[in-house]
């Protein structure tokens, strides 16, 4: 029984890690919205102009979405993360100035390891369900 606790503490733990990760994404967006953390060339933050502050509103409630436990929840948001990293690695690669600015490697290293968890959450939610069923 105490084995059983502590997986169960361990996977609470790892889904706390997953919501502080994409508060730390949303908040590093907040930050590169209002020029606290610069994000290379200046025109980028023009550019994006809401989009920023749309992505900060995606993660603080995708991140909140994660205490739900829904694993097709989770799903959606590894899509959604994964997805958003791709683009944003399509849209700058010929770009170092973004790629490499503070903003764009916090957010993406906070992303990243998001993506990990959430997989990690999946996959273990999964298993846990295939076992009750057998």
Not at 23 to 51: C, N, T
């Amino acid at each position: 029984m105490n084995t059983l606790q502590q997986t169960h503490t361990n996977f609470v733990r790892w889904m706390w890690l997953g919501v502080a990760l994409a508060l730390g994404a949303a908040f590093a967006y907040l930050l590169m919205g209002f020029r606290v953390l610069g994000v290379g060339d200046v025109r980028v933050a023009d550019e994006g102009g809401s989009i920023i502050y749309v992505a900060a509103a995606c993660y603080l409630v995708g991140g909140l979405l994660i205490l739900v436990r829904n694993r097709w929840l989770w799903i959606f948001g590894a899509v959604m993360n994964a997805l958003v990293m791709l683009f944003y690695f399509q849209m700058y690669a010929a770009r170092p100035e973004v790629l490499l600015s503070p903003g764009g490697l916090i957010s993406k290293v906070a992303q990243l390891l998001l993506e990990g968890i959430l997989i990690y959450l999946i996959v273990r939610d999964w298993r846990g369900a295939t076992r009750k069923r057998v």
